[in-house]
């Protein structure tokens, strides 16, 4: 049984940090690409960042680059997302992704939705003074 579990959302002023966590179980999250995603409402989903099970690199979306940092804890298998210098406009539900199974043919997009097949139940972050 393959789940994935996000927390650490809640409510913090602009400018604020807070780290999110996606704790995975039935499966060993270093086999699998990560990403993280966000919703807002009225939004498409948004690719925020990933990080590939072949070496363990991660990337990230132009508009959180330089504020959000992913790191992975294999011993605790879980994935984290480090949010610094959060502002209003980051106001969303966070998820986190899955996916072991790397398209045939093409190079994977990590940072699009529907790369993965495995999601979290997602978690709020409101940035609001």
């Known amino acids: 049984q393959l789940q994935l579990v996000e927390s650490g959302g809640g409510l913090v002023q602009p400018g604020g940090s807070l780290r999110l966590s996606c704790a995975a179980s039935?499966?060993?999250?270093?086999?699998?690409?990560i990403g993280w995603f966000r919703q807002a409402p009225g939004k498409e989903r948004e690719g925020l960042s990933y990080i590939r099970s072949s070496d363990g690199n991660t990337n990230y979306a132009d508009s959180v680059k330089g504020r959000f940092t992913m790191s992975r804890d294999n011993a605790k298998n879980t994935v984290y997302l480090q949010m610094n210098s959060l502002k209003p406009e980051d106001t969303a539900v966070y998820y986190c992704?899955?996916?072991?199974?790397?398209?045939?043919?093409?190079?994977?997009?990590?940072?699009?939705?529907?790369?993965?097949?495995?999601w979290g139940q997602g978690t709020q972050v409101t940035v609001s003074s």
């Open positions: 992704a899955a996916d072991n199974s790397p398209p045939r043919g093409r190079k994977p997009l990590w940072l699009r939705p529907s790369e993965y097949n495995y």
């Open positions: 039935g499966f060993t999250l270093d086999y699998y690409a």
